[in-house]
């Protein structure tokens, strides 16, 4: 692989290839050594031009071209990452530059991009010497400025992190000549300076030293023992200065490489000849052994043609008297075929559906062999009874698609078994397989547990408030039978029913998205769909009835007196009135219904308490005693209304109830009357007596018609028999309406406004003694009466009851320019049938 990278070095061409609209583009990064698992070498979305996200969006893949993968890629971000420690030593060598090439593969479309990264070297390695010690025997009568080569260190590492100088020790015979080679190599010799004397000194130990230039800076060390001999004036020399050799890599150990030999003219020991490697790098030390005294090179260790694909060995002959001849040895290292294809599956669809189109993509895949040559070029294929094939696309890449049709009923999944076989001798092969389900289609559509949900709600519920919950069930499986629930447009009156509730789309829980008003909307029913996830998608709707129950939210309106009124409401009270006297009426209504609109009346506050009563039911004001002349003329009384829900509610109003001496007296005593001009006061009393005139005449007429009346009666063998007034019993719930009070009785009232009153209150007059006449023929009569209604029983037994009886004052007053008089006559009825809506009406 090293050899491969050796010969990419600077920038690669940009690469296109138009099958299935493949781009191939190169790119480039450096990184340093002996990085940590996990350490950032670069992000590759600025240099793809891809946005956050794409890479994991478009499967992004990251193929090594060697069998160990130093990096790997983060999808979701884009980053580099280191994920095994890398030696650039054991990886390159002494290769320059040393590059590790991967590609990124994206798909839809397909692009590939190149990824060169250039391992940087680091200072990770002393210099060291291939012995800690080293002898050199130097004749005694050697001339000065001789030189004896010495053994150079070996620094792995490159540029400036490697050997830079050499220092020796101090001493006086010998000094270091430094040489640099054209290959960036540094010599180092032995220069003798002064003239060596045996019998003086015949040993000498020296020390050393080779320093590099990395940082911090590292240093190995070697001793030098020198003894000094006698004269030997020849010096060894070889047969042929080069050899050049080739071996098949893989070869055994022992195998012979080579053999060098070298000659002397020197006789004795100074003829003797010894061989050894001189400045060779220490892997050729591991790699192959040198007999010293036959020069025999054979082989020790696992030649390796992807790791390095030729080698150069110096050898030296040293003979007995110290002199050395020195030779090369070229080495070229033969490929074999050694590595079987490698089968990497870079995406894989292992789930496809039944109806899948032919020609759909299930993997892509890219097949590699570490071998050159025929021996790694690679053919791939499948088994010729599946309804897959495969097909090249360029640059050794392959794409697994679907040839015919799928029948998931007949098999429901295949392991498709993909075999590649390289060119090489003899032919070595590699099997990967695949395996591949088949998945089954959408077709059952969702089924509710019921055709019909009622649920109910409480009104003026919190926002949010679960109300109920559908389900449903799919008999298909996985994303086939997960349904997502939604509700279908529609309206409840003016406002889409999304406004008004909502539903968890994987729950099926049904909220309400407002409070909600009985008043306004009783029930509502909403269609609710559920759909699978299924393609193309089914559904089912249902129909969901919310059934809204009532609660005591509304508090009792008044309707006379007029509640929220700005002005107060004033009553007459004649002084000579009895016990019992029918002062006025009070009507409220309440907007609940059922139990929360039955509703009951009482006197809060008054100010002689003893003086009035009220109907708890029909909220008839009347006097408990007779009136004497200690009772103040203005009373007050603040009348309370309840219903009866849970949480009661109440509303109260004011009534301020004059007494007067006669008709005339209200006029001159109205509540809050301003100060009147003399004349306004002059045609207030012109008003009054004419007021006065009237009033005494209608009352004449009653008197007339109730003679008459009785005399009727008794002609018909019936009487009036005066009985005290009873409340009617409760209402049941089933006969009282949501939107009215509950009124038991009919009630006519004639009023008199007065046009000059600031106050402009209704003023009720009652006579002494009952009045009664006969109803108008023009006016419809009711002829059912209510049960609770105990006032007139013998009346209303006898066959005439069909004629109504109302009681009647009537104030007539002749308007005068810019003066008060009667303008308004106001008639405040309630219908006596039981269980029926309680109506008002006015004249």
Same mark, same amino acid.
């Given at each position: 692989?090293?050899?491969?990278?050796?010969?990419?070095?600077?920038?690669?061409?940009?690469?296109?290839?138009?099958?299935?609209?493949?781009?191939?583009?190169?790119?480039?990064?450096?990184?340093?050594?002996?990085?940590?698992?996990?350490?950032?070498?670069?992000?590759?979305?600025?240099?793809?031009?891809?946005?956050?996200?794409?890479?994991?969006?478009?499967?992004?893949?990251?193929?090594?071209?060697?069998?160990?993968?130093?990096?790997?890629?983060?999808?979701?971000?884009?980053?580099?990452?280191?994920?095994?420690?890398?030696?650039?030593?054991?990886?390159?060598?002494?290769?320059?530059?040393?590059?590790?090439?991967?590609?990124?593969?994206?798909?839809?479309?397909?692009?590939?991009?190149?990824?060169?990264?250039?391992?940087?070297?680091?200072?990770?390695?002393?210099?060291?010497?291939?012995?800690?010690?080293?002898?050199?025997?130097?004749?005694?009568?050697?001339?000065?400025?001789?030189?004896?080569?010495?053994?150079?260190?070996?620094?792995?590492?490159?540029?400036?992190?490697?050997?830079?100088?050499?220092?020796?020790?101090?001493?006086?015979?010998?000094?270091?000549?430094?040489?640099?080679?054209?290959?960036?190599?540094?010599?180092?010799?032995?220069?003798?300076?002064?003239?060596?004397?045996?019998?003086?000194?015949?040993?000498?130990?020296?020390?050393?030293? @080779?320093?590099?230039?990395?940082?911090?800076?590292?240093?190995?060390?070697?001793?030098?023992?020198?003894?000094?001999?006698?004269?030997?004036?020849?010096?060894?020399?070889?047969?042929?200065?080069?050899?050049?050799?080739?071996?098949?890599?893989?070869?055994?150990?022992?195998?012979?490489?080579?053999?060098?030999?070298?000659?002397?003219?020197?006789?004795?020991?100074?003829?003797?000849?010894?061989?050894?490697?001189?400045?060779?790098?220490?892997?050729?030390?591991?790699?192959?052994?040198?007999?010293?005294?036959?020069?025999?090179?054979?082989?020790?260790?696992?030649?390796?043609?992807?790791?390095?694909?030729?080698?150069?060995?110096?050898?030296? @002959?040293?003979?007995?008297?110290?002199?050395?001849?020195?030779?090369?040895?070229?080495?070229?290292?033969?490929?074999?075929?050694?590595?079987?294809?490698?089968?990497?599956?870079?995406?894989?669809?292992?789930?496809?559906?039944?109806?899948?189109?032919?020609?759909?993509?299930?993997?892509?895949?890219?097949?590699?062999?570490?071998?050159?040559?025929?021996?790694?070029?690679?053919?791939?294929?499948?088994?010729?009874?599946?309804?897959?094939?495969?097909?090249?696309?360029?640059?050794?890449?392959?794409?697994?698609?679907?040839?015919?049709?799928?029948?998931?009923?007949?098999?429901?999944?295949?392991?498709?078994?993909?075999?590649?076989?390289?060119?090489?001798?003899?032919?070595?092969?590699?099997?990967?397989?695949?395996?591949?389900?088949?998945?089954?289609?959408?077709?059952?559509?969702?089924?509710?547990?019921?055709?019909?949900?009622?649920?109910?709600?409480?009104?003026?519920?919190?926002?949010?408030?679960?109300?109920?919950?559908?389900? @449903?069930?799919?008999?298909?499986?996985?994303?086939?039978?997960?349904?997502?629930?939604?509700?279908?447009?529609?309206?409840?009156?003016?406002?889409?029913?999304?406004?008004?509730?909502?539903?968890?789309?994987?729950?099926?829980?049904?909220?309400?998205?407002?409070?909600?008003?009985?008043?306004?909307?009783?029930?509502?029913?909403?269609?609710?769909?559920?759909?699978?996830?299924?393609?193309?998608?089914?559904?089912?709707?249902?129909?969901?009835?919310?059934?809204?129950?009532?609660?005591?939210?509304?508090?009792?309106?008044?309707?006379?007196?007029?509640?929220?009124?700005?002005?107060?409401?004033?009553?007459?009270?004649?002084?000579?009135?009895?016990?019992?006297?029918?002062?006025?009426?009070?009507?409220?209504?309440?907007?609940?219904?059922?139990?929360?609109?039955?509703?009951?009346?009482?006197?809060?506050?008054?100010?002689?308490?003893?003086?009035?009563?009220?109907?708890?039911?029909?909220?008839?004001?009347?006097?408990?005693?007779?009136?004497?002349?200690?009772?103040?003329?203005?009373?007050?009384?603040?009348?309370?209304?309840?219903?009866?829900?849970?949480?009661?509610?109440?509303?109260?109003?004011?009534?301020?109830?004059?007494?007067?001496?006669?008709?005339?007296?209200?006029?001159?005593?109205?509540?809050?009357?301003?100060?009147?001009?003399?004349?306004?006061?002059?045609?207030?009393?012109?008003?009054?007596?004419?007021?006065?005139?009237?009033?005494?005449?209608?009352?004449?007429?009653?008197?007339?018609?109730?003679?008459?009346?009785?005399?009727?009666?008794?002609?018909?063998?019936?009487?009036?028999?005066?009985?005290?007034?009873?409340?009617?019993?409760?209402?049941?719930?089933?006969?009282?309406?949501?939107?009215?009070?509950?009124?038991?009785?009919?009630?006519?009232?004639?009023?008199?406004?007065?046009?000059?009153?600031?106050?402009?209150?209704?003023?009720?007059?009652?006579?002494?003694?009952?009045?009664?006449?006969?109803?108008?023929?023009?006016?419809?009569?009711?002829?059912?009466?209510?049960?609770?209604?105990?006032?007139?029983?013998?009346?209303?037994?006898?066959?005439?009851?069909?004629?109504?009886?109302?009681?009647?004052?009537?104030?007539?007053?002749?308007?005068?320019?810019?003066?008060?008089?009667?303008?308004?006559?106001?008639?405040?009825?309630?219908?006596?049938?039981?269980?029926?809506?309680?109506?008002?009406?006015?004249?």
């Amino acid at each position: 692989m090293e050899d491969c990278l050796k010969n990419k070095q600077g920038l690669y061409l940009l690469l296109l290839f138009s099958v299935t609209e493949v781009l191939c583009v190169s790119i480039q990064y450096s990184v340093p050594e002996e990085k940590k698992f996990g350490s950032l070498v670069a992000n590759v979305l600025k240099d793809l031009k891809l946005g956050n996200g794409e890479l994991s969006a478009r499967r992004a893949q990251l193929v090594s071209k060697t069998s160990k993968k130093y990096f790997l890629l983060d999808a979701q971000s884009g980053n580099l990452l280191i994920n095994d420690k890398i030696d650039r030593e054991n990886l390159c060598g002494q290769t320059e530059p040393c590059l590790l090439q991967s590609e990124i593969v994206l798909q839809n479309p397909l692009e590939l991009y190149s990824i060169e990264i250039k391992i940087e070297d680091v200072n990770d390695n002393a210099p060291k010497f291939s012995k800690h010690e080293f002898d050199i025997e130097v004749p005694e009568n050697v001339p000065r400025d001789m030189r004896f080569p010495l053994e150079s260190a070996q620094d792995e590492d490159l540029g400036e992190n490697t050997i830079q100088n050499y220092t020796l020790s101090p001493n006086k015979h010998f000094k270091l000549g430094i040489e640099n080679d054209t290959d960036g190599s540094i010599y180092v010799d032995l220069i003798l300076e002064k003239t060596l004397d045996r019998e003086k000194e015949p040993f000498l130990g020296l020390t050393l030293m @080779a320093v590099d230039g990395g940082m911090p800076q590292r240093t190995g060390t070697a001793r030098i023992n020198i003894k000094v001999l006698d004269n030997n004036d020849n010096a060894p020399q070889f047969t042929q200065s080069e050899y050049k050799v080739k071996l098949k890599e893989n070869s055994p150990k022992g195998t012979l490489v080579s053999k060098v030999e070298a000659r002397d003219l020197d006789f004795g020991s100074n003829s003797k000849i010894t061989y050894s490697f001189h400045r060779v790098p220490e892997k050729i030390r591991n790699l192959f052994n040198l007999n010293e005294m036959t020069g025999e090179i054979t082989v020790s260790g696992k030649i390796d043609f992807e790791k390095e694909t030729s080698y150069d060995m110096n050898i030296k @002959a040293t003979d007995g008297g110290g002199l050395s001849g020195h030779c090369k040895v070229l080495l070229e290292v033969e490929d074999v075929n050694d590595n079987t294809p490698d089968i990497s599956v870079i995406s894989l669809t292992n789930v496809i559906q039944e109806d899948s189109p032919l020609n759909t993509v299930l993997a892509f895949l890219s097949v590699t062999d570490q071998d050159f040559g025929d021996n790694g070029k690679v053919v791939c294929s499948v088994e010729m009874n599946l309804p897959f094939v495969l097909t090249s696309t360029k640059k050794n890449y392959y794409q697994l698609v679907i040839q015919s049709p799928l029948d998931r009923e007949k098999i429901s999944d295949y392991n498709v078994t993909i075999t590649a076989v390289d060119r090489g001798s003899p032919k070595l092969t590699s099997s990967r397989t695949i395996h591949v389900q088949i998945s089954d289609v959408n077709d059952n559509s969702p089924v509710f547990d019921k055709s019909l949900f009622e649920m109910t709600i409480r009104e003026n519920n919190i926002p949010g408030l679960l109300i109920g919950s559908v389900h @449903a069930v799919d008999l298909d499986t996985e994303q086939n039978a997960k349904l997502i629930y939604t509700l279908l447009p529609g309206e409840f009156g003016d406002d889409p029913a999304v406004s008004y509730i909502s539903i968890n789309s994987e729950t099926g829980n049904m909220y309400a998205l407002r409070s909600l008003d009985y008043e306004k909307i009783k029930d509502f029913a909403v269609t609710v769909r559920a759909t699978d996830g299924g393609i193309p998608p089914l559904k089912s709707d249902v129909v969901v009835r919310v059934v809204v129950i009532d609660e005591n939210d509304n508090a009792p309106f008044f309707l006379y007196p007029l509640q929220n009124s700005t002005h107060p409401c004033n009553e007459l009270l004649p002084k000579m009135a009895e016990a019992g006297y029918l002062v006025t009426k009070v009507v409220a209504v309440d907007g609940d219904s059922g139990q929360n609109s039955w509703l009951s009346y009482e006197i809060l506050k008054a100010t002689d308490p003893g003086l009035f009563s009220i109907g708890a039911q029909n909220g008839e004001v009347r006097t408990r005693r007779p009136l004497t002349e200690r009772d103040i003329s203005k009373q007050r009384l603040i009348v309370v209304v309840r219903d009866s829900g849970v949480l009661l509610q109440t509303s109260t109003a004011t009534l301020n109830i004059l007494l007067v001496d006669g008709f005339s007296d209200p006029y001159l005593k109205v509540v809050d009357v301003r100060h009147q001009d003399p004349e306004d006061e002059q045609t207030l009393t012109m008003y009054l007596v004419i007021c006065l005139a009237s009033v005494s005449f209608v009352f004449l007429l009653c008197i007339v018609s109730f003679i008459g009346i009785k005399i009727c009666k008794k002609d018909h063998g019936s009487s009036f028999i005066a009985a005290a007034p009873q409340f009617p019993p409760p209402l049941p719930e089933n006969c009282t309406d949501s939107q009215s009070g509950s009124l038991s009785r009919n009630y006519q009232y004639d009023a008199c406004l007065t046009n000059g009153s600031l106050t402009s209150d209704f003023r009720f007059l009652r006579p002494l003694i009952p009045v009664f006449s006969v109803a108008d023929s023009n006016l419809p009569v009711n002829h059912k009466t209510s049960s609770g209604t105990q006032d007139f029983p013998n009346c209303l037994e006898n066959s005439q009851s069909k004629e109504q009886v109302q009681a009647s004052l009537t104030e007539d007053a002749a308007p005068r320019s810019g003066g008060p008089g009667c303008t308004v006559n106001q008639a405040i009825g309630a219908n006596a049938n039981s269980g029926q809506n309680d109506w008002l009406s006015y004249q």
